[in-house]
């Protein structure tokens, strides 16, 4: 059984289209990369599967679950986590109480009230950090970091609940070369962890940490398959390649 | 900053009745009981960005449960009449939340406004046309508050009575807001969404903080009644419930003792100039209401407290951070 199976996905806004029988599935411990065209309907699949939109046909199964109707945190607390395209680190918070706030996320209510967890959460909270290059920047606020720091915060929020997939939309946007190997260093070693979706545009980036990729065109899935299949492939390189 | 700003303010509230006559005594008892109240819409709103225009109901309510149980029943004893008060806004909290913040996705700010505005306008409306609540005229002579067999009337009593339980609920909201709940609080004011995306239940959140808030405003309720003998309509209304999210917005919100700035300066101004210039003062209270929220929209706190203060931290202190990062990196 697949982690994640989304079939069927159709997504309308008013006469527009954005997505029209589109789908992908991701194995446990998958990378999977999802490319296309500026407007192909790669931000909104993310979205559907993340619940920040209601697919208006379709079906979406996460750990043998139907999660298409599940408000997004129970998305979240199923083990589904999401990065959006736009940075929204919380930036009046510290960089130390963001991670916090995401690390305590599926705590019982009471458990925060009486602030039970705060102490054990430290080591996790530091280490996380550590791992993303941050440690150092723990006592500012967030919205103190550069464009490329804020955004390794969010994927170390997004992965502080330790979910089963991670949904990455364009982590690298707007990031320098130097930036962009850094966060490329930085999510491989969370192929232990766990499964990963990833928008992105930058192929190269893509080609090193991605198993697999799905290519989107005007809401439609074109092909799938591994990286050697996708390059091979005359559909994407009609569809796509030719366009970039 | 603001520990300072909360010891002056309490060294000052417990000192003010030797240097004050009977009647600004009960002036500044009164003062205490809206500081309760205001205390209560700056943890949903300052903590929490829920915004609330039904704080009355929930005070006016209480007080009128306050009232029916000293009328009816003969109790006065604080020891049952508060707790009841307490439920009282408690519930009514819970209801009103439960109708207007529950649901699949999170409710937006302006459906919650005007939810409660219309709550508080529905409910004063009612206790103007129910007889057995004393119509128009409410509910007068309620007996004296009680404990054991000391009766307390309005006073000095009253006043340390009001100031206790006021130190009590302040330093409860503070552990409140200063907790992890509170830092899950204040995601939930700078970006609902994305709290909503870390996996938080933001609709219980939001029910659960409005519930403490509704259960100040009923303290504040039950107190009030038992102040002024009497409890009527206007307790409900509109009005009140605006001028508690003034009294907010003119001290500063998030900061709690903001908001009991407010409630003093606004008072004390009002009760001064309605004595000298008794025509015009709503008019200059208006205006310098407007002048503090367009020119300081941080409130007059915001002239002692930093917006970095203010938001505090909920982590440890930053050198502890610091040494932690040391030994741990270090080989």
Known sequence: MSLLEARGIVKTFGKLTALDDAGLTVEEGEFHGLIGPNGSGKSTLMKCIAGAEAPTAGTIRFAGRDI???????RARAGLSIKFQITSVLPALTVYDNVLLALQAHSPLWSLILSRTRRAWDVRVMQTLEQFRLADRAADQAAALSHGQ??????????????????????????SLQERRITGELLLPIKQRCSLIIVEHDLDFIRDICDRLTVLDQGKVIECGTI??????????GAYLTRV | MLPALEILALVVFALLPLGINDYLTVFFTRVLILVLLSIGFDLIWGFAGIMSFGQAV????????????????GVTSALLVLPAAIGMGLLLALLIGAFLLLGRNSTGLVFVALGTLTASYTAERLARGWYYLGGQNGIPSIPSLTLGSYE???????????????????????LLVRSQFGLALAGLREQETRVAFLGYRVPHLKLIVFACSGAISGLAGGLYCFHEGFVWPSMLGVVLSTQVVLYALFGGVGTLIGAALGVVVIEMLGFWLSESYQKIWPIILGM?????IMFRPTGLIGLFVSERERIGQFGRPAKRRRDAVARHVAP
Do not use: H, N
């Open chain 2, 58 to 73: 929930l005070f006016g309510s209480a007080g009128y449960a306050a009232a029916l149980l000293a009328r009816d029943l």
């Open chain 1, 150 to 175: 804020q955004q390794w915060l969010e994927i170390a929020m997004a992965l502080a609940s330790e979910p089963r997939l991670l949904l990455l939309d364009e982590p690298t946007g707007g990031m």
């Open chain 2, 288 to 292: 310098l209401l407007l002048l503090v």
């Open chain 1, 228 to 237: 050697e299949q996708i390059q091979a492939s005359e559909k994407v390189q």
């Open chain 2, 152 to 174: 307390i009337d309005e006073g000095p009593v009253f006043y340390y009575l009001a100031l206790g339980i006021l130190v009590v609920v302040y330093v409860l909201c503070r």
């Open chain 1, 68 to 74: 298409g109707r599940a408000a997004p945190a129970e």
